[in-house]
């Protein structure tokens, strides 16, 4: 069992949370009970190490039974070690070193997707991941993750998905410009979401392949992105609120989307 917080071991592990050292690595860190179970389960090729305290070991015997199965290294650690290797302030004793996932946007282009999320400029790790579990729970084929916008593999991301990290594709690092003008060129239209927008959302067609676009949780778009859409679709406020928040805005309009592309699989 490892008990030296200050073991090399330990530091480098605990130097994931910086983007620059993940970068460098191409490591993360999924953090908890949820995130180490789904990645376990779906993702099992990623995990380089898991480490383990030992009331967590208990609780969580099949879930490591399931992780030795598929290869996965398992490592036991103090209390005191897991909470000085994680981001978070109440860690629940399980943590897994994982390698990157995303792939890149060609491969997804490849097999041609009816419903994609492109998220420009999003800044907000919260609000980051909160979308990718929307998109995953919608049936989305992927999302795409600009280069200006949060690292998917900040912790706060991690955890904010609930681990549909690790169940659909994710592609990061794309230039807006160059992401927008792929997506259209492999024959998706692509809807612009903002509350401002002229076409309610009821009004537009979502019968064909395409993508809905996000923009930064405070100012929207940048210059040309508007330009760059199909439509720019406005999700109508029937209450009070001023407006809605960037996940429930995008699940709302992935949810349209997946039901109307269900509804013509089963009529067809």
Known sequence: MLTNIGSDRVRSVRALGRRAVREREALFLAEGQQAVREVVAHRSDSVKDLYVDPDAGTRHATMLEAARANGVSIRDV?????????????PQGIV???RSIDVDLESVLDRHPKLLLI???????????AVIRGADAAGADAVLVSDSSVDIYNPKV?????GSLFHLP???GVPIPLMLDRVRGAGLALFAADGAGESPLAD?????PHAWVMGNEAWGFEPGVREACDSVVRVPIYGKAESLTLAVAATICLYASAALQRADRISG
Do not use: F, H
């Open 119 to 129: 998220l420009t400029n999003v800044r907000d790790p919260g609000n980051a991941g």
């Open 96 to 98: 897994a070193v994982c």
């Open 204 to 208: 537009v067609d979502l019968s064909g």
């Open 78 to 90: 103090s209390p005191e070690v897991l909470a000085a290797m994680c981001d978070t302030k109440a």
């Open 170 to 172: 994710i592609v990061m």
């Open 158 to 162: 991690v955890r904010s998905t609930a």
